[in-house]
Every structure is written in C-alpha cells, then in structure tokens.
C-alpha cells in the first residue's frame, strides 16, 4: 500500500483557474510534508513545504495540512501555463527520508 | 543554487551487463540518495548514504548496490541488470542538519535495458 496516496492522477483547468490537488498519508511518523514539481525533462524541485496545521501561502500557491487527518493540499491560483507540470506530495519523519505519493499531472489549457 | 549533476544522461545496456550510474553533488550535504521514477510508481527510493563510506538501504534495494566514496560522489551499481531495471534514475542530496525533507534532485538518467 502507498504510504502516501494523492488525488487526482490527472487535472485540467484553464488559465487562470484554480487547481487542486490532494495528499492523503498513511504513516504517523511522517512529521514533514513537501510539495515537489516537476517539469518534463527535468528532475524534482521543491515547491513548498509544510510542517504545521493550518495553511501557508507562497505566492499563487497555498498548502493546507491537517496532521490529525494527515491531510495536505495544494491549491494554485491563477493558474498559468508554465505551471503545467507533475505534483508530487512527499513526507518524512525526522531525517530527510522523503516517501513520494505517484503524482498529480496538471494541465493548465490556454 | 544547489548542483547535482547525474551522468550519464542516456544509458543503454544489455541484460546481464554491468551499469553505474554516478552522481556529484557540490552543496556539501551529508545525505545523498538514488530514487527510480516509474509511471504509477511515482519516484521510489533505492538506496541512501548519510556520509562517506555509508550506504543504506532504501524501500526497493533488490539488484542494485551504492557506492559513497566521497561527500561529493554517490553512485549507483547495477551487477547484473533487467529489463524491469528500465527507467529514470534521480540522485538527490539533502542536509542532514535541516532534517526537514528538502532535496536537491538531479535531472535524471535514463536507462534502457535490452
């Protein structure tokens, strides 16, 4: 079983959309939880890190996490066709090990 | 900007010939680690080091070993490889004292086995 499951496998949304993307674990000793990007012919960079309830904003970009649930979201606004790209949600316990979910492939359609 | 390069990019190799797949990282990380990407697999962790000399096994260490030899230089061995060793190789570094999951990837190396 995935230790960490995200939703969708695939999304579309227009330019200057909203996207939404979602990460379940099922792993209670994950204490840090990422969102990586990666774009075609290139490896993961990290794109937003969140390790506390609640949300956090970075730009266009705004993660929410509920550790009870063990619940993280991605939701990108105003959605620009440079951001289409594979999602990835990853977490760790203490120690840099990161797990990665299977990804979100976000298509933003001029 | 943190820099870890992957060579080589493209590889293609016989089934029961010997691959490796080096890595070099100038950020001065202590941790290094080789992920495979897999479509419906998504980027799955092969083996790990947390300094020279150290080398661990991650979640599908099966057929391949890792070499640390330096800070700066992780490879991945491929004794004898499969055609289901097929795929992109990530390397990545990470920094132990921030212990927080940040990851520096590489841009990948393709491997074919035939």
């Known amino acids: 079983q995935q230790k960490v499951q995200q939703s969708p496998e695939s999304l579309s949304v227009p330019e200057g959309g909203m996207a939404s993307l979602n990460c379940t674990s099922s792993?209670?000793?994950?204490?840090y939880f990422w969102w990586y990007r990666q774009h075609s012919g290139e490896g993961p960079k990290a794109l937003m890190?969140?390790?506390?309830?609640g949300d956090k904003k970075e730009g266009r970009f705004t993660a929410h996490l509920n550790k009870a649930s063990l619940h993280v979201s991605l939701h990108i606004r105003d959605s620009q066709p440079s951001d289409s790209a594979l999602y990835f949600c990853a977490a760790s316990p203490p120690g840099n090990k990161l797990t990665f979910g299977i990804g979100t492939r976000v298509l933003v359609r001029p | 900007e943190a820099a870890v390069t992957q060579s080589p990019r493209n590889k293609v190799a016989v089934t029961g010939g010997k691959v490796t797949l080096s890595c070099n990282q100038t950020n001065n990380h202590n941790n290094m680690y080789w992920y495979r990407q897999d479509t419906g697999h998504g980027l799955r962790l092969i083996h790990y080091s947390y300094g020279a000399g150290s080398t661990e096994k991650g979640d599908i260490p099966d057929g391949y070993k890792a070499s640390r030899p330096s800070q700066e230089n992780f490879s991945l061995i491929l004794e004898l490889a499969t055609p289901s060793q097929t795929s992109v190789y990530f390397c990545?570094?990470?920094?132990?004292?921030?212990?927080?999951?940040?990851?520096?990837f590489g841009e990948g190396s393709k491997l074919t086995v035939l």
């Open positions: 792993d209670r000793n994950f204490q």
């Open positions: 990545a570094s990470g920094d132990r004292a921030l212990n927080t999951g940040q990851l520096y």
């Open positions: 890190s969140i390790f506390s309830d």
